[in-house]
């Protein structure tokens, strides 16, 4: 069964790729070949792991149980077969196709500016009596609130209400969640065939 899993930004966020740019930004956005942002499905999935697990303990479910539905549905490291076994399988969370298209049609735009229609940068600093600590002045580019980012999600049916409950409990996904980015909203949807 294939969900279609739909999240929204609703405060601005920061889906990090690990990199800085030098004489930029500190912190870079997972871009695509094209410019776009998007989340790695390896990273919703750990997101969607942790709700899980939480989830488990909210329903007081037996360690035994917990541990048995974590595995089921995350499979064990090294698992290869990941479709046949039952075990979720995500996918990239990306813009909207038509979104993409539309940029895309756009003649010239290189992939920083296409990157640049959907981010800002924006500074920090840390603070040490009132006053800005020297040498932590650092920037990010962080991806404008209100956008929507879709991708799937395939998973067995018996499934399905179980993922949707818990795809329902993400709140935060990115870097610098502590200090209000990455607040998500999101939903999953039955893809019908």
């Known amino acids: 069964m294939r969900l279609l899993v739909h999240m929204r930004l609703e405060s601005d966020g920061i889906f990090g790729n690990g990199m800085s740019m030098p004489g930029g930004e ?10 776009f942002p998007f989340l790695k499905g390896s990273t919703i999935k750990g997101i969607f792991r942790e709700e899980l697990i939480n989830y488990l303990a ?10 048995e539905t974590v595995g089921r549905l995350m499979g064990e490291g090294g698992s290869h ?5 039952g075990k979720l399988i995500f996918s990239n969370v990306s813009l909207h196709p038509d979104v993409r298209k539309a940029v895309q049609e756009e003649e010239g735009l290189t992939p920083r500016e296409v990157t640049e229609m959907f981010t800002y940068l924006r500074t920090f ?8 600590r020297k040498g932590s002045l650092r920037t990010a580019m962080c991806i404008k609130k209100g956008l929507n980012f879709y991708g799937t999600c395939v998973c067995r049916e018996e499934d399905v209400p179980l993922v949707k409950e818990v795809l329902e409990l993400i709140k935060w996904v990115g870097t610098m969640r502590s200090r209000g980015f990455g607040k998500v909203r999101v939903r999953g949807e039955e893809i019908s065939s």
């Open 58 to 67: 909210w329903e007081k479910k037996s360690d035994q149980e917990a541990a």
């Open 26 to 35: 500190d912190i870079c956005v997972q871009t695509d070949l094209q410019g």
């Open 81 to 85: 077969d990941l479709e046949a076994s």
């Open 125 to 132: 600093t840390s603070l040490e009596g009132g006053v800005a």
